[in-house]
């Protein structure tokens, strides 16, 4: 089999079990004609579904596919046999089989939540004498979860050409009639029923006596324009693909302020902001009619490290009184990243005169807030500090961020305040004289967390989260360390390296340490560097998972209570879950209604997003539980809260990190590479479970139960595992501090 195109993520390995899904059809040159219909269907029907759409064919000539690619991003061509090939699509976890003459005329969403068996519609047809019988139709539409199918019932099922039904046997899941409703039920020109979300012909579109039916399929028959343009038009969430594939042509055709602004966000949420200033600019320019527009330019600027012009259109924005609170949020943030703290402390006063609700400029105004310096003590000379380039939250940011950056100083020491370490925040621009404070440092860390990722903060000058150019790195004089930072990209996203990847290597040439926190990450990191370069790169944990060793107090065995913390994460739910969300939160009620019965489960938030669990598990299912507000408590009191559970299940990585530093048991749910390739790292890969594990909730309850069955043993495991990441740390330390020297 050969493909012609596909989607592809970043992360090839797909280490989170992300399921994989794809709608498939098979057809030869007679069916080919109708394969737009179908794919204008399914795009109209379900706008925020884009899947790949993977066509089996016999040998067809590869522009006979050039009409389909016009209309979805994400065409895949494949030679095969015959429709039976849709059994061994391999690539996909779910395949979505259906037939050139299908339309789709509602909502899919509950195929692509199916977790079991193979789904189809069993139809009733005539058996001659024998009057009538369901069956299950080769043609038909098939829901395929490639877990149930093995090769050798694969070969099976290839080769039935009457009816699947007797084959599949125990795996067969009955769907409604509505997902496969042949048009032939519907002779002497009845109506197509309202349920209908699939409608199959079965036989030539201009027989007589099926005019509603033929007519509900001619409402797709339509030229490329008048798909985009319908498709564009749609209220709702439309997936960002899809739009980004339909709407420029329309752009490019017919010039609209309200289009380009919608591309443009398309844009900016797939990391191009290049492409967003281009489609924008053009059509903005000083217009004082278009606030929305001048905020969606001044962020994708701003992106670009464009500071200046960024500024100009983020100030028209905030002419609007409904913009306004946004836009000086905004203009407080590009303030403070270019150094100018009165200029941000201004700008969200400005936008508190606005708004006096507003969150974001609250939380600038509080940030920019003037300080009373403290008095200089003998020996905090910028020659004896230390300078930390890192993320440093503060507020109701998230909980593992905040212990992080003091983990990666108690590895030099007790002191980890402004005596012996100088701050500068990782997303803050480095100009003439940021450089100059840190080149009067006797070192310079960067790190830990995960910073090589290209958004959170996007900047233009290096497309990872240290807003620095290249020839200002070039000309860092202190010794520079990388220090326990990770490669955080998701499995499934995509985005631009090469600018990432020539400021890797300027930061690789310029390090006198390269450290990175799994080995997942090195290898990552590694594929994007010259080869000359790539056996700098090292391995150096995160620091927050010996925290025992770092902190004499945290030594001794803990009054644990009879307490399991749980915690999500929701930033970039779309990557974390897919389709599966639903499911993942039928199978945690059903682990925390079983280990409920034996402890006490509380809910351990890192951010106020993090509760939207909670929330969830409440109102679909009726369990609530207590929270524990992990965001609002200090450094200590975060390690504390953790050491003193019995066990911890969490989804951030942090929320397996921290209280693994202090030698409580955790699993891990995993649902971003880092968590497995922590897992991985310390050889202890079955204490995570994929948050898309079809069997999760009963997994989890089992592993969980034996933690608590016999805890002593998992403290023990906990630390034995840690001794190598120790071992390592320890060594990484004596070199950097002969590195630095001593103050």
């Known amino acids: 089999m050969t493909h012609s195109s596909a989607s592809s993520a970043d992360d090839r390995s797909t280490v989170t079990g992300r399921r994989r899904i794809a709608f498939a059809v098979h057809t030869d040159e007679d069916g080919l004609p109708g394969l737009p219909a179908l794919i204008r269907s399914l795009a109209l029907t379900n706008p925020g579904v ?25 065409v895949v061509t494949r030679r095969a046999e015959g429709r039976g090939d849709v059994f061994r699509l391999a690539d996909y976890d779910t395949v979505v089989a259906l037939d050139p003459a299908m339309v789709v005329l509602g909502d899919i969403g509950e195929l692509l939540r199916m977790r079991h068996g193979v789904g189809a519609v069993a139809q009733l047809v005539c058996a001659g004498e024998a009057g009538e019988r369901r069956v299950v139709l080769p043609d038909g539409l098939l829901v395929i979860q490639r877990a149930d199918v093995d090769d050798a019932l694969a070969a099976r099922l290839s080769g039935v050409t009457e009816d699947l039904g007797p084959v599949l046997g125990g795996v067969l899941a009955p769907l409604d009639a509505r997902y496969d409703f042949l048009a032939r039920r519907l002779h002497d020109d009845l109506p197509v029923p309202a349920h209908v979300a699939v409608l199959r012909f079965t036989g030539p579109l201009d027989a007589p006596g099926y005019g509603p039916a033929v007519e509900a399929r001619r409402r797709f028959e339509m030229s490329d324009e008048e798909f985009r343009a319908a498709y564009c038009a749609l209220p709702g969430r439309k997936h960002p693909d899809l739009l980004a594939h339909c709407a420029p042509p329309l752009l490019a055709a017919r010039p609209s302020l309200d289009l380009a602004r919608t591309v443009a966000d398309v844009y900016r949420g797939q990391g191009r902001h290049d492409e967003a200033v281009e489609v924008l600019a053009p059509v903005v320019t000083d217009r004082l009619d278009a606030p929305r527009c001048h905020e969606t330019l001044g962020l994708s600027l701003m992106a670009l490290s464009r500071y200046d012009e960024a500024e100009g259109h983020l100030l028209l924005a905030a002419a609007s009184p409904d913009v306004a609170p946004r836009a000086f949020a905004q203009l407080a943030r590009l303030s403070w990243l270019c150094g100018r703290e009165e200029d941000a402390h201004a700008y969200a006063r400005e936008g508190l005169d606005a708004d006096p609700t507003d969150a ?3 939380s600038w105004y509080a940030r920019t807030r003037p300080e009373v310096p403290e008095p200089r003590q003998p020996g905090d000379a910028a020659a004896d500090q230390l300078a930390h380039v890192a993320l440093f939250a503060e507020g109701n940011e998230n909980a593992g961020d905040k212990v992080l950056p003091e983990a990666v100083r108690m590895c030099f020491g007790p002191d980890t305040g402004p005596r012996r370490w100088y701050p500068q925040p990782v997303h803050r621009l480095v100009d003439e004289a940021a450089l100059e404070q840190l080149n009067a440092r006797r070192g310079v860390i960067v790190g830990g967390g995960g910073l090589f990722l290209p958004d959170t903060s996007p900047n233009g000058n290096s497309h990872w989260q240290w807003n620095v150019p290249d020839d200002l790195l070039a000309r860092v004089t202190a010794p520079l360390a990388v220090f326990a930072v990770g490669y955080n990209v998701f499995d499934g996203q995509l985005y631009r390296r090469g600018r990432f990847a ?6 690789v040439e310029r390090s006198a340490f390269f450290g990175l926190r799994n080995h997942g990450s090195i290898d990552r990191v590694r594929e994007l560097l010259p ?15 010996v925290a025992r060793h770092l902190d004499p107090g945290l030594l001794a065995p803990p009054e644990r209570s009879d307490t399991v913390l749980v915690n999500c994460a929701y930033d970039r739910a779309g990557l974390r879950f897919g389709h599966d969300y639903g499911h993942f939160l039928a199978q945690m009620a059903t682990a925390l209604r079983g280990l409920r019965e034996r402890a006490d489960v509380r809910y351990a938030a890192h951010m106020p997003a993090d509760e939207k669990f909670v929330h969830d598990l409440r109102r679909e299912h009726g369990l609530a539980l207590p929270v524990e507000q992990l965001y609002d408590l200090s450094n200590d009191g975060i390690r504390d809260l953790y050491r003193r559970s019995r066990l911890v299940i969490g989804m951030r ?3 397996g990190m921290i209280p693994f530093g202090c030698g409580t048991p955790i699993l891990s749910l995993v649902s971003h590479p880092k968590l497995a390739y922590f897992l991985s790292d310390i050889g202890r890969r079955e204490w995570g479970l994929s948050v898309h594990d079809r069997e999760l909730g009963p997994r989890l309850a089992e592993r969980a139960s034996a933690i608590l069955d016999d805890h002593a043993a998992a403290v023990a495991d906990v630390h034995t595992a840690q001794e190598f990441l120790w071992k390592t740390t320890r060594s990484n330390i004596e070199e950097l501090r002969n590195t630095f020297g001593s103050a």
């Open 360 to 362: 974001g400029c609250h």
């Open 502 to 507: 020539e400021s890797l290597r300027v930061l």
């Open 531 to 545: 080869a000359g370069l790539r056996d700098r790169v090292r391995y150096q944990p995160c620091p927050t998972t």
């Open 653 to 655: 990585g942090h929320a």
């Open 50 to 74: 884009c899947e790949d759409f993977v066509v089996l064919h016999p040998g067809l000539a590869d522009a006979s596919f050039d009409a389909l690619r016009r209309l979805h991003p994400r």
